[in-house]
């Protein structure tokens, strides 16, 4: 019976890794490269992890340290050669893959919460948003506990762009005119 799917051994599932690393803006683990090439129901992550130590000793890829993987150059200029014999089906939903995994590396770069526990047994919970250009806005509210800590960090995490654009409408929205 013929296998069907893009991946049908080692070098699809290494052309394919080469792909997806080339296209990320961060070094990768071997869970998120599994992940981002997860694009065909033939990968296994047994097939990741054999692939990138060899694609490490043939200098395609280099680790970074522990657990994070980077493409080289040589890794780049090959990966160019043979990234048209990946399916396009393939190739498209990878590449989408890649863009949010890096959206979303880049926009947590941007959003930070620190949380400080206090002699009191409260914690002060610091929340910041930054841009390219540095800091937008910092916030630091006291929760009760950790738990309410905590929660409020990752409440922040996924609105901190609302909270900032409300708190500016809000404090700009004067229709009383504050004179200058």
Do not use: W
């Not at 980077?70 to 990946?86: F, N, P, Q």
């Not at 800091?135 to 922040?156: S, W």
Request: with cysteine; net charge negative; aromatic share 8%.
């Amino acid at each position: 019976m013929k296998r069907l799917g893009f991946i049908h051994d080692m070098m699809d599932v290494k052309v394919l890794i080469l792909f997806v690393a080339a296209r990320s803006s961060y070094p990768l683990t071997a869970q998120e490269v599994y992940e981002l090439c997860y694009q065909d129901e033939c990968l296994s992550y047994f097939d990741v992890c054999t692939a990138l130590p060899q694609m490490v000793e043939t200098g395609h890829m280099q680790k970074l340290d522990e657990e994070r993987y980077e493409i080289t150059e040589k890794g780049r200029a090959d990966g160019k050669l043979t990234e048209d014999s990946i399916a396009f089906t393939v190739k498209q939903r990878a590449e989408n893959a890649v863009e949010r995994f890096n959206r979303q590396l880049r926009r947590s770069s941007f959003v930070k919460t620190q949380i400080i526990p206090r002699d009191n047994g409260d914690c002060s919970v610091v929340m910041s948003l930054d841009d390219e250009m540095g800091n937008l806005m910092t916030l630091e509210l006291v929760a009760p506990n950790q738990r309410q800590a905590i929660r409020l960090g990752r409440l922040f995490e996924q609105k901190a762009e609302s909270l900032y654009n409300l708190t500016m409408s809000e404090l700009l929205d004067n229709t009383d005119e504050l004179e200058d």
